[in-house]
């Protein structure tokens, strides 16, 4: 029987136990891994969102050596247009393997299989099945049809799942990688929409203790907020996060510089917002997310070396020389409320 009460974690409830360290230096620290055949330098990826990740963005990501998701929310010839403008743009830059850090948004109904189809034409090798829910039978269905009309030519994403059930689902369906979390976004509102929902570190630490883990790569996604979240996450199982505020507001994410009262800001919304379903749709369906501005940020590269400095001094703190031993020798402690607020800057609360 279900426990109706399971108390669960989240990232602000844990921290990382300091370890023995052999590491001279954070230069003798590697972030690379495998994802599909492909070899990223940094366990980042940008979500496929309409206000995150464009043509721009997904080069400036892969010229850094992490990857992306072309959002899904244009018509299939916008979404050609946005694969073309990637890889001229990073073909320019002399990237050698742009297609190895590319992949492309599609539903799981409608035009679904057509996308994907013009897509991997174009030698697309990811395909990420991109749902708010993703246990649910429609996403087994669209996993059997590309899996059918594909075979192992591509790698899919899929997802969202928030449990280990959910996550055994998709693997058994067909899934290379999966994504983990639901209702945790910075502007999503799921759960104050709907009341389901579970902590992303949980979701987690959950999947990773499935009997499936090491068959499909766990991506940690939502509530991502700063470099010591992704420690936690990669920690607790997750093979790679995927993060969307973070990108936002920086130069290469799609919409105007605006300028206000309180500085130069960018548009950032959820895709299940009114204003994104007005924009791509024009009807709504359930609202659970929410449009917000963001200050921009300037290039995403500053975004990311700070991240990978966070990230790299996350491993040094455990003795770790790369994210396998870092996953392997990690240890969580909880902390309580009162280690929450000493694990914040407080001297502002002295005053």
Not at 291 to 297: G, I, K, N, Q
Not at 301 to 315: P, R
Request: aromatic share 6%.
């Amino acid at each position: 029987m279900i426990d109706k009460f399971r108390e669960t974690l989240s990232y602000d409830d844990v921290l990382l136990v300091p370890q023995a360290s052999k590491i001279n230096s954070r230069k003798e620290i590697t972030l690379a891994s495998r994802f599909g055949k492909s070899i990223l330098s940094v366990p980042i990826i940008a979500s496929p969102m309409d206000t995150v990740t464009g043509s721009v963005m997904a080069s400036a990501i892969a010229l850094y050596g992490g990857m992306s998701v072309l959002h899904r929310y244009n018509t299939i010839h916008e979404q050609v247009l946005m694969l073309k403008e990637y890889l001229f743009y990073t073909g320019r830059a002399g990237l050698e393997s742009p297609l190895d850090h590319i992949a492309v948004a599609v539903g799981m109904n409608g035009d679904a299989i057509e996308r994907a189809s013009k897509l991997v034409s174009m030698g697309v090798k990811y395909v990420c099945i991109d749902v708010a829910h993703g246990h649910h039978t429609m996403m087994r269905d669209t996993l059997k049809q590309l899996r059918s009309r594909f075979g192992r030519d591509i790698h899919i994403i899929a997802g969202n799942v928030a449990t280990k059930e959910g996550f055994e689902d998709l693997v058994e369906w067909g899934a290379n990688s999966v994504r983990v979390g639901v209702g945790s976004g910075s502007i999503c509102s799921t759960r104050i929409q709907t009341g389901h929902g579970m902590p992303v570190l949980q979701s987690v630490l959950d999947c990773a203790s499935s009997q499936h883990s090491g068959q499909a790569y766990i991506i940690a996604d939502g509530g991502i907020r700063n470099s010591g979240d992704i420690c936690k996450a990669l920690a607790a199982g997750a093979d790679y996060v995927m993060v969307g505020s973070l990108f936002a507001g920086t130069i290469e994410s799609p919409g105007e510089v605006i300028m206000t009262d309180r500085g130069k800001v960018k548009t950032y919304r959820g895709m299940a917002s009114k204003e994104a379903q007005n924009a791509w749709k024009g009807t709504h369906n359930s609202i659970e997310g929410i449009s917000a501005t963001v200050p921009f940020r300037g290039p995403v590269s500053a975004v990311l070396d700070e991240l990978v400095v966070g990230i790299k001094s996350g491993l040094s703190y455990s003795g770790a020389f790369d994210l396998e031993q870092f996953s392997a020798r990690s240890q969580f402690v909880r902390q309580t409320s009162g280690g929450q607020a000493e694990s914040g800057t407080h001297i502002l609360g002295r005053q």
